[in-house]
């Protein structure tokens, strides 16, 4: 079983829809990334965050480290947004080491 | 822009051949990773340089290596190419590494194709 399980592994929406991508994790973390890969390839990271939540934008990331969960939700979806999402976690052993495991990726569609 | 630079951008090349792949950290991290990320494996994180020293070893087959020079760049070599090391692979920079964790900044990623 992966430590890190990603929800929906597809998804595609209209233009205008709120969207919301789950991450479910499996240890003790000590800090969550949330990135966007584009069609052609490159990593962007939107978010780092160990507690609460961050917005930048229309995007929105959560975190309830009791339940070892995070969501990202984007609003106002637009097709620019269409990419695949990724969720990583860090975890909270090892100290010197900040290797991150990732999840497998949500693709997200956004038709006109 | 990240900041983070990876050269080449895309490789193809021979199974059995070696070929290094070059990242420049933004100015100023320490700290450099290298990830690979394969169709069915999704991304994987291989090795961990600080200030030019190992401090983490992820999936990394033996026949790769990597190394962090003075300047703070890094190479990732890849020897004895079989068709499974096609693959994306990422350099990612963060400030840090040491007692605190900092966000990662990725490269653009260098595209390896072997045939």
């Known amino acids: 079983k992966n430590e890190v399980e990603q929800s929906p592994q597809n998804l595609t929406a209209q233009e205008g829809e709120f969207i919301t991508i789950n991450c479910s994790y499996s240890?003790?973390?000590?800090?969550l990334h949330w990135l966007q890969q584009h069609p052609g390839g490159g990593i962007v990271s939107l978010f780092m965050?160990?507690?609460g939540k961050k917005k930048h934008g229309r995007l929105i990331a959560t975190i309830n480290i009791q339940e070892k969960h995070s969501s990202l939700h984007i609003t106002a979806s637009h097709p620019r947004d269409s990419a695949v999402y990724i969720c990583?976690?860090?975890?909270?052993?090892?100290?010197?080491?900040?290797?991150?495991?990732f999840g497998k990726g949500t693709k997200l569609s956004v038709i006109p | 822009d990240s900041g983070v630079t990876q050269t080449p951008k895309h490789l193809i090349t021979a199974t059995g051949q070696r070929v290094t792949l070059r990242c420049s950290p933004r100015?100023?991290?320490?700290?450099v990773y290298w990830y690979q990320q394969s169709l069915d494996q999704g991304l994987q994180f291989l090795i961990q340089?600080?200030?030019?020293?190992?401090?983490a070893k992820g999936n990394i087959l033996e026949r790769f290596s990597a190394q962090q020079f003075p300047d703070l760049h890094s190479e990732l070599n890849l020897s004895s190419l079989e068709l499974g090391d096609s693959a994306l692979y990422f350099c990612?920079?963060?400030?840090?590494?040491?007692?605190?964790?900092?966000?990662?900044?990725f490269g653009p990623g260098t595209r390896l194709t072997v045939l």
């Open positions: 990612a920079s963060s400030a840090r590494g040491g007692s605190s964790y900092n966000e990662q900044f």
């Open positions: 240890v003790g973390i000590s800090a």
């Open positions: 965050l160990s507690s």
């Open positions: 990583a976690v860090k975890g909270d052993s090892g100290a010197g080491s900040y290797q991150l495991t």
């Open positions: 100015s100023g991290d320490l700290s």
């Open positions: 340089y600080y200030n030019g020293e190992e401090r």
